[in-house]
């Protein structure tokens, strides 16, 4: 990379920091007037509520380096890998949801001596075992509390099905009729479904992968519980992790790295929808990041350092 390459590169992070700060503050500015009150709850917060939070926010780090492992056919040690994940902490704050995450990874896969392709395949399958990780779970919570607000709504009769016809007539058109979609849906298409069938042929490899990744959204969602659970606040189990995981959904299209604002909006807005206090759920949602998106920053440095001294990034 050139002087000049690298000057640019550098300008347009901190120019997508910037929009992405401001889109952060623009999703959160309406919720500002519950901040005294939110901190006068974290200054009360029981310490031992949130050193179990602290605990558990480390346990998607573990679980992303099960799914990593579980997600190539070849052997991953364990601790490298657990340190890549760390390292992810840092990196994703230079780029949107996920993005930072699956790049590392596949750097890391290929500099053990694999081909380019294989990393990113490995990478790709271990994003899509989150992705089916968390709808899994969010059907179970939509199993668990959803039916008294199903029962509510009216809808057309059998929508669902015009609707699911329409959406995958798009998909299969955009993959099969243009190059772009050739190009960046059909063949990483089927260059995944080769790395799923692989790794489904072999059970051990197929728990590691989806077991990593339900463990990756479901502390997350422990952590969240957690945090409440320290101001006092005893809102059911279920609709805590039903929340985070609607409010991860949403967010997961945000611009912004770690979806910094998005999901803190959702999540403050789903906390408040099921009958936790404001000032609670502002301080709750805080600590939460703190924990899982800004302390997880400094590890990742020392992680991120150490991994390209050794040449494994």
Do not use: C
Request: net charge positive; aromatic share 8%.
């Amino acid at each position: 990379m050139t002087i000049e390459s690298r000057n640019r590169f550098s300008l347009l992070r901190v120019l997508f920091g910037i929009v992405a700060l401001a889109f952060a503050v623009h999703l959160l500015l309406p919720r500002v007037n519950e901040l005294p009150r939110a901190v006068e709850q974290v200054k009360g917060g029981s310490p031992l509520w949130l050193l179990a939070a602290l605990v558990t926010a480390v346990l998607p780090r573990l679980g992303g380096t099960i799914s990593m492992i579980g997600s190539i056919e070849t052997d991953l040690p364990f601790w490298p890998t657990f340190k890549v994940q760390l390292a992810a902490g840092f990196t994703g704050l230079f780029a949107p949801q996920g993005v930072g995450l699956a790049a590392i990874n596949a750097q890391y896969v290929e500099k053990r001596g694999e081909d380019r392709t294989v990393a990113v395949t490995a990478s790709g399958l271990n994003s899509v075992a989150g992705l089916a990780a968390h709808v899994l779970s969010m059907l179970v919570a939509v199993a668990l509390i959803g039916p008294q607000i199903v029962q509510h709504l009216r809808t057309p009769p059998r929508w669902w099905l015009l609707a699911g016809g329409a959406a995958f007539a798009l998909v299969v058109g955009v993959a099969v009729w243009t190059p772009l979609g050739r190009k960046w849906l059909w063949r990483p298409a089927l260059r995944a479904g080769a790395a799923l069938w692989s790794t489904v042929r072999r059970p051990k490899r197929t728990a590691q992968l989806l077991g990593g990744s339900l463990l990756v959204t479901l502390s997350n969602a422990v952590t969240l519980a957690l945090t409440l659970k320290a101001f006092g606040h005893s809102a059911s189990l279920i609709d805590v992790v039903s929340v985070y995981l609607v409010a991860a959904a949403v967010a997961s299209i945000a611009p912004t790295p770690g979806a910094l604002g998005a999901l803190e909006a959702a999540l403050i807005a789903g906390l408040i929808a099921v009958g936790v206090d404001p000032g609670t759920a502002v301080g709750g949602v805080l600590v939460f990041r703190l924990l899982t998106f800004w302390l997880p920053i400094i590890p990742g440095v020392w992680a991120l350092r150490d991994l390209r001294r050794r040449g494994a990034v």
